[in-house]
């Protein structure tokens, strides 16, 4: 009997899974540019094994449990779809698959369960979040016998939890007005690093952006599709299609997470009245790099006479297709030497909260990233994700290097002089 997937049966996501399935014809050229088949070396840890494996438990040739813990290795960092020849839209794969087949759980232990609960009821709410990461501090510091379970979010942590920002509804621009745009302020980013938001509002102002920041917007819905919580995801996706006026030019995003998961919105809500709206609200999203360097940039008129280096965050370069814009803003920066670090290309082990659900892979993908970001003499390194920089200075502390990882918008607003 010849086995084919039945796209009516998985609902509205069912045809973008059989249209990715039936693109790839398991040339192997992902292989290389894939994260996990680099450190794991199996097949089936590769994006054509995961395909294989996904297009099996869809045909129900395969149990989903089978092919679960590969699937769960997926970093989803899409490094495989610049690399691949036939253009497999992975995404439109990978994310699906885990909303519409489910997350099997049994297959996994308790504590990846407890982790995921606690990253998917925490991260998404910036003050339920404040109060967590406290109270792990706390815990981190006083009760060195933490259970394993806990310990990959534990030691991910700060050594502090800085202020807490309130940002404003609205931020004029500096001089004549070039556009009017609307923030998406993030979750995790306003507890970990809220001066990225102060970074960004001052910078777009600097270069004749008026901001609005809609107090009703929420979570980008990310964490929930990538995780395979499709109702939540939708839930974020309806809250932020009704939150963003349509007077402005542009929905900007400085977190390349956040960013890619607005750009989906449409695959998101697809088969749900919202479908349409959707789709055009995904268009109005840029990254903040993307803007400026539209726009022109305000020449920075502060000289630095350092080297720095800019990580690629997956989500940005592959995801959304911008690596050059972030390097051209900073390359801006009079005296500065920008250099490129080896293997910018692939995955630090973020990932969302891929170090949490994989934390022995993401953990060598993070030293060797810091290991690289050393050995290229950099003063300091750049990026455009929340998720990445936590995971430099991570590593880089524990290299025992003083090298500060900071957002694009942190360095270009420090090299403007009032």
């Known amino acids: 009997m010849l086995h084919q997937i039945q796209p009516e049966r998985q609902g509205p996501l069912g045809s973008a899974m059989a249209d990715a399935v039936s693109r790839c014809v398991h040339c192997g050229f992902c292989l290389a540019a894939c994260p996990t088949y680099r450190e794991l070396g199996q097949e089936m840890d590769s994006p054509r094994g995961r395909i294989v494996l996904m297009k099996q438990v869809l045909e129900g040739q395969l149990p989903a449990a089978a092919a679960q813990p590969h699937v769960d290795r997926c970093l989803g960092c899409l490094a495989c779809e610049p690399a691949c020849p036939s253009g497999v839209p992975y995404r439109d794969l990978i994310s699906p698959y885990r909303a519409t087949i489910g997350a099997a759980e049994h297959t996994r232990d308790s504590g990846a369960n407890l982790r995921r609960w606690l990253a998917s009821t925490f991260l998404p709410r ?54 009017r745009v609307a923030l998406l302020a993030g979750c995790a980013q306003q507890v970990l690093d809220p001066d990225i938001n102060v970074a960004t509002l001052a910078v777009l102002a600097r270069n004749g952006v008026e901001v609005v920041i809609p107090r009703a917007q929420g979570c980008c819905g990310g964490l929930a599709w990538h995780t395979g919580d499709l109702p939540a995801a939708q839930a974020a996706a309806r809250r932020n299609l009704a939150a963003f006026p349509d007077d402005i030019d542009a929905i900007v995003t400085n977190a390349a997470g956040c960013g890619s998961a607005l750009h989906e919105y449409g695959l998101i809500l697809r088969g749900t009245d919202e479908a349409e709206q959707a789709e055009a609200f995904q268009k109005r999203v840029v990254d903040v790099s993307v803007l400026l360097d539209r726009l022109g940039l305000v020449p920075p008129n502060r000289r630095f006479a350092r080297r720095g280096a800019y990580q690629d965050a997956c989500h940005l370069a592959n995801a959304q297709g911008v690596r050059q814009p972030p390097r051209r803003l900073l390359e801006a920066i009079p005296g500065l030497e920008l250099v490129e670090i080896e293997g910018s290309d692939q995955c630090c082990g973020s990932a969302g909260t891929y170090n949490l659900d994989q934390p022995d892979i993401a953990a060598a993908l993070g030293r060797r990233k810091a290991e690289a970001v050393v050995a290229s003499g950099a003063d300091w390194v750049a990026s455009g994700n929340i998720g990445c920089l936590t995971q430099l200075q991570h590593h880089l502390k524990a290299l025992g290097a003083a090298i500060p990882a900071r957002h694009t918008l942190q360095i270009l607003r420090d090299a403007y002089v009032e």
């Open 126 to 179: 910036p003050a339920a979040f404040r109060i967590a990461a406290r109270a792990g501090l706390l815990a981190r510091r006083f009760f060195p016998w933490t259970p394993p379970p806990l310990r990959p979010l534990l030691r991910l942590l700060p050594e502090s939890l800085p202020a807490a920002v309130a940002l404003p509804t609205f931020t004029p621009a500096q001089g004549p007005r070039r556009a």
